[in-house]
């Protein structure tokens, strides 16, 4: 019997897998621009959610630095810095030069000195069911 729902699991585990696809934020386009600058060039039409989720991954997946690591808004929604003709939200993980945040209850990206924690802002990445159901 046990071999039975072992063979049966074994089976399984394929689709588990591909259930976990990655994320769309994988086709973002995200650029460096300096030491601490970054931005997410808008691909589509994208909310504060999209730019924030795209921070994230720049800042953990692609760069490899802690999800604990403070992301700012650098400069909202503007043309690109290293994408002529695109528009882009300049992101950094340094406060220099930067307003400090006030407290707010909503997400955007039209305050300059808003800081949300990698981890935090990685909960704005959809996953393979969420896309799914939009």
Known sequence: MKGVIL???VALAPV???AATTG???N????RINASDFEVVETRSMGAADFWCGAAT???????L????????????GPSVTAPGRKAVVFSTSP???????SRLSLSVDRPGDMIKSVLAR?????????STK
């Open 123 to 131: 909960r704005y990445c959809r996953d393979a069911f969420t896309r």
């Open 96 to 102: 220099a030069g930067l307003p400090r945040a006030e």
């Open 66 to 77: 802690s999800n604990l690591t403070e992301i700012y808004l650098k400069r909202s929604r």
């Open 24 to 26: 769309e934020e994988d």
């Open 7 to 9: 063979s049966g699991l």
């Open 28 to 31: 973002m386009v995200i650029n």
């Open 58 to 64: 720049f800042v953990e997946r692609r760069s490899g």
């Open 16 to 18: 588990c897998v591909a």
